[in-house]
């Protein structure tokens, strides 16, 4: 069985999250993601993770900056400071192009930063990214490149060579294998 | 005189006894007794001897024949006045003769005569020759003494001379002889009324009457020497008192002393000179009134100089006629002030002074006695004068004049002094002026400064303030005797003064502008800001002699600016994020109707895919407006970083001509440009002008020919003129101001695209930076676009 990819989701657009579901699917990664819809929520998840079974420890967080209620700046350094999700990979998701809010996020620890693109095909290269940022995080999953290998559609194919999208800035790379992430927080593992 | 008598000859013995065989015997004795001695065969013999030298002649009575008398005579004498010779006569026993007698009385007076009674024991003649030969000996010793002290007194430069009770030079030395050109012998033997003059020898005479009084006397006196020059000497007069306290004589010393006195002369008028020109100075420096210092001067001059009268003087600016204001008259005679022509002198006094240089008559009458006009200055009572006049910027603007109702020799140092304090004076007047004229205008400005709205007050150069206006008293509700000085700390803020009078100290020591804001208390107790201003005022020579200062309020102003600043800052904010927040829903509906696109598939018609072309059009549109609005709204607002930055126009230029490189490409277009200044400004926003004019020169081109644009710069009255000229499908120049508006556009977007903001923003930049902006266009030829900045170099 293919093993799912566990990503927390922290957008409070619904029409985003629907896209980055369609980002996933469109690259064919298995995932299982829980969504939280505010700042709120997100520490909502934070404070029960890892002891109910409705808050697994992601293996990778999508982050919304623009949130209402707690901001995504905030959300982070929460995340940052829970030590089971020390070095969990996080891919920041924003329309803001603002200099100040990308330094920051790299600064906090942010693998990649995702501006959201005005169009259909750039913003469904989120994909592609996502798969990138578990690689390099060592995390298995079943969409995987190993394991799939040349069995991505075409269209994802394309996507991945045309390399550098306008749609994210490369940033710092989380370096080294997140293996206590794993063991310890996805209870499938 | 023979000086060069040796040594053995003081003791040689000559003798003569022409008779018998008394000469050979005593040799013969004298050689036993280790004596030396010499027998002279004639009395011619013996006299040559004598003048070689001799110690004591021992010579036998019948030798002494009349003849031989008066050659022993003659040569004694002259042995020098030191010389009293031994003469041993060996007489023959019993009286001699009568005419013995009378020869030996004639050698009595020229040597020391001894008679010797024959026969003789040999013992008492060696005796004999033995003390003869002693005394003789201590003679030549006294002879070599005086030699010396004649060669020493001789050497000394100062008159030396021995006079005796009769006032009889008895010996002078060779400087004495050679000051009156005389020869030793003119002078010894003569007296000193004789020698000196008459009246020099009257100075002297009571002093002459004390050293013979046996006192030490010193005084100075005056001599002729031998060139008729009158010459400075002292003189000292040492009594020559005897054993029994009777003076025999004096001792005189004259030494010239005519260039010490010189000296100390030359040195007495420079310190009086020096003494008098520090007075004037300190007396003149306390005087405000130019009339006052004029006075002042004038009386002090002529006292110092001894003159009848000293006057000043204003020349009108027809160089001719002058008004003396000021006189000072020794006898109070003072009738020289009023008005009077320069040409009515005589013409070669009224020449030099109109050229600028010192005039000097001594004697009015004597000199200018055939000139015309010089009965003026009879008419003023001038007979002597010194004029020096002042000349400025080539114009006769004052004189000033020491005058002399005699005839006077006036020395090279008087004029020369007379220059100094006229120079001086021309000076202190000035300074007095500027003075006077400084507090003129303080009055005015005093009164200026009540009427104006801001606080204003004046220090001295020191820092206590003195004065305050009405507006100060007003607002603080202070009274003067407790702020002026330093007592105005009082209204201030116990945290801001420390500063304050950190800034404010500095600036009194160095001279420099002072400029600070801080609080000041009102009369209700409430501080308000004020921005304080000091300047300082300088006089002439540059020294600050007053400081003004204003305390303008700030404080409404300083409201308004932070309330504009948080408006700007909200603007900014806001801006942000309307624009993010607008761009959102704009992204859902591209982003999804492209997917709705996707999932339908097959089952799109091409009408679908064109409402979809709308719909993402539309999106774009509405993209590129807010964007727009964003830049332009951004430029709203002063960002001091921005404003005070220098902008390269070349280097805006490259960047703009780099983002435009599509559509030139597209259109293969041809861009120009000159070299373009550097201007006060943001390179940034510079290029975005650039930008946005070169993007409407390639959108508005023709499709029938290649665009050239031209991008040229000028420099005009202060300002660079930049231009940028396209041969494009122009416009009505009737449009060129409503193109710069809000939204204005020409064309329809399906011709051309456009937000309409273009220009705005454009304009919206330039006037920023202190600029303008406008265009020339004429349809069918082109556009030029022109904006102007100012090249900064005039504050």
């Known amino acids: ?189 | 005189m023979d000086q060069t008598v040796s040594l053995e000859r003081d003791s040689l013995i000559l003798i003569h006894a022409p008779t018998g065989r008394d000469a050979r015997l005593l040799q013969e004795l004298f050689q036993n007794a280790s004596l030396r001695s010499h027998v002279c065969l004639s009395v011619d013999d013996l006299c040559r001897e004598v003048e070689r030298g001799v110690g004591t002649i021992f010579i036998a009575e019948e030798a002494l024949a009349p003849s031989a008398i008066e050659s022993i005579s003659a040569v004694l004498q002259k042995q020098g006045a030191w010389s009293d010779l031994p003469l041993l006569v060996l007489t023959v026993g019993g009286e001699p003769t009568q005419a013995i007698r009378e020869r030996l009385a004639r050698l009595e007076p020229l040597g020391e005569l001894t008679l010797l009674e024959r026969p003789l024991r040999s013992d008492t003649l060696v005796s004999a020759a033995r003390t003869a030969i002693r005394a003789r000996t201590r003679q030549y010793e006294v002879r070599r003494r005086d030699a010396e002290l004649q060669l020493v007194t001789d050497n000394v430069p100062v008159l030396i001379s021995y006079i005796d009770r009769a006032q009889i030079y008895r010996r002078v030395n060779q400087t004495y002889s050679e000051w009156f050109g005389r020869t030793t012998e003119e002078i010894v033997g003569r007296t000193i009324q004789d020698v000196i003059g008459e009246p020099h020898y009257t100075n002297a005479q009571a002093h002459i009457s004390q050293a013979l009084d046996g006192e030490r006397v010193s005084f100075e006196s005056q001599l002729w020497d031998k060139s008729g020059l009158l010459r400075d000497v002292s003189v000292s007069y040492a009594p020559d008192i005897a054993l029994d306290g009777t003076v025999r004589g004096f001792i005189s010393l004259v030494q010239d002393i005519t260039e010490r006195k010189r000296a100390e002369r030359a040195l007495r008028a420079t310190s009086d000179r020096l003494q008098f020109l520090g007075e004037l100075g300190e007396v003149t420096r306390a005087l405000t009134a130019p009339e006052g210092v004029m006075t002042i001067v004038a009386r002090m001059t002529a006292e110092h100089l001894k003159a009848s009268g000293c006057f000043y003087a204003d020349v009108e600016s027809d160089m001719d006629t002058l008004t003396v204001q000021v006189n000072y008259s020794a006898e109070g005679s003072g009738g020289v002030v009023g008005a009077y022509r320069l040409s009515s002198f005589c013409p070669g006094f009224t020449a030099d002074i109109r050229q600028g240089e010192t005039t000097v008559i001594r004697g009015a009458g004597r000199e200018q006695e055939a000139e015309e006009g010089s009965g003026l200055f009879h008419a003023l009572g001038v007979e002597a004068l010194v004029c020096c006049p002042l000349v400025r910027d080539g114009k006769l603007t004052a004189l000033m004049a020491v005058t002399q109702m005699a005839p006077r020799d006036w020395t090279v140092a008087e004029v020369e002094l007379f220059e100094t304090v006229v120079d001086r004076s021309w000076a202190y007047i000035e300074r007095a002026r500027a003075q006077s004229e400084l507090r003129k205008s303080e009055q005015q400005f005093r009164t200026l400064a009540d009427t104006i709205p801001n606080l204003a007050w004046m220090a001295y150069a020191g820092g206590e303030i003195f004065w305050y206006n009405q507006r100060w008293y007003d607002y603080t509700g202070t009274t003067p005797d407790v702020v002026e000085g330093w007592g105005w700390q009082r209204v201030h803020h116990p945290d801001s003064l420390p500063s304050v009078l950190e800034g404010w100290k500095h600036s009194i020591s160095n001279g420099t502008p002072f400029e600070m804001v801080f609080p000041l208390k009102g009369s209700d107790g409430s501080f308000r800001l004020f921005l304080t201003r000091v300047a300082p005022v300088c006089d002439n020579f540059g020294t600050v002699v007053r400081w003004f200062g204003t305390n303008t309020d700030i404080d409404e102003q300083k409201r308004t600016e932070d309330a504009l600043r948080r408006a700007n800052g909200d603007l900014e904010e806001f801006a942000y994020v309307a624009s993010h927040d607008l761009q959102e829903p704009l992204r859902m509906v591209n982003v999804y109707t492209q997917l709705l696109l996707r999932r339908l598939g097959s089952e799109v018609t091409p009408q679908l895919s064109e409402y979809a072309g709308y719909v993402s059009t539309g999106v774009r549109r509405m993209e590129s407006l807010i964007r727009d609005l964003l830049t332009y709204s951004r430029t709203a607002h002063d960002d001091d970083e921005e404003m005070s930055g220098s902008a390269d126009l070349s280097v805006a230029l490259r960047h703009a001509i780099a983002s435009v490189d599509a559509r030139v490409q597209e259109t293969r277009a041809q861009i120009t440009f000159d070299s373009l200044p550097v201007v006060s400004g943001d390179e940034g926003q510079m290029s975005h002008v650039f930008q946005n004019l070169l993007s409407n020169a390639l959108k508005y081109c023709k499709n029938e020919e290649t665009p050239r644009i031209h991008v040229g710069a000028e420099h005009s009255n202060r300002d660079w003129v930049v231009s940028i000229r396209d041969n494009g499908i122009g416009f009505s120049q009737d449009h060129a101001e409503r193109i710069f508006g809000l939204f204005k556009r020409l064309h329809r977007d399906e011709d051309y695209p456009g937000t309409g903001l273009g220009l705005a923003i454009c304009k919206r930049i330039i006037e920023r930076y202190h600029g303008r902006i406008w265009a020339e266009s004429k349809v069918g030829v082109g556009s030029t676009f022109y904006f102007a900045l100012p090249d900064g170099n005039h504050g």
């Open chain 1, 1 to 189: 069985m293919d093993k799912a990819l566990h990503i927390l989701l922290i957008e409070d657009n619904p029409g985003d999250a629907g896209l980055v579901r369609e980002a996933l699917r469109e690259h064919n990664i298995p995932f299982e993601m829980a969504l939280a819809s505010d700042g709120a929520e997100a520490e909502s998840y934070l404070s029960r993770m890892g002891k109910t079974i409705d808050a697994p420890c992601p293996d990778l967080i999508l982050l919304d900056l623009n949130l209402p209620k707690v901001g995504g700046h905030e959300v982070l350094a929460s995340f940052r400071a829970h030590p089971l999700c020390t070095l969990t990979p996080v891919i920041v998701l924003t329309s803001s192009n603002a200099p100040r809010d990308r330094e920051l996020a790299i600064a906090m620890g942010a693998a990649r930063y995702f501006r959201k693109p005005s169009d259909l095909p750039d913003f469904l290269r989120l994909g592609s990214v996502i798969r990138e940022v578990a690689t390099e995080a060592g995390i298995a999953f079943g969409g995987s490149a190993f394991e799939r290998g040349k069995s991505a559609p075409a269209f994802a194919e394309q996507e991945m060579a045309r390399g550098n999208s306008p749609g994210f800035r490369t940033g710092v790379r989380m370096v080294g294998p997140c293996t206590g992430l794993r063991t310890s927080g996805n209870p499938e593992g």
